[in-house]
Nanobody
């Protein structure tokens, strides 16, 4: 079993920054994908950034590339999403997720998600 807890959300003016954190506990080492998603009201979840722990490199959605940065600590039980140059359209609930990797993709629908942290940009 895995538990994920997000923190760091809040309200910020356009152009501002926030740093989201995701604390993982449990059998986290068995899951080799770490991702951040968001969901705005009335919209489908959007994958923002992620890594495959067995490989190298980080992927980003075009909507956040150059503004958001994914990172994790050395023991991999904390991940972070540094968000700069925030825009009103970034307003959403933000979630971290862990899942298995297979065939070159992650499977977040079959993994674990946190409860989310709200980000509001005005």
């Amino acid at each position: 079993h895995v538990q994920l807890v997000e923190s760091g959300g809040g309200s910020v003016q356009a152009g501002g920054s926030l740093r989201l954190s995701c604390a993982a506990s449990g059998e986290i080492s068995t899951y080799d994908c770490r991702e951040w998603f968001r969901r705005a009201p009335g919209k489908e979840p959007e994958e923002l950034a992620g890594i495959y722990t067995g490989g190298s490199g980080t992927w980003y959605a075009d909507s956040v590339k150059g503004r958001f940065t994914f990172s994790q600590d050395n023991n991999k039980d904390m991940t972070y999403l540094q968000m700069n140059s925030l825009k009103p359209e970034d307003t959403a609930m933000y979630y971290c997720a862990v899942s298995h990797w297979g065939g070159g993709v992650c499977y977040p629908a079959a993994g674990y998600w946190g409860q989310g942290t709200q980000v509001t940009v005005s």
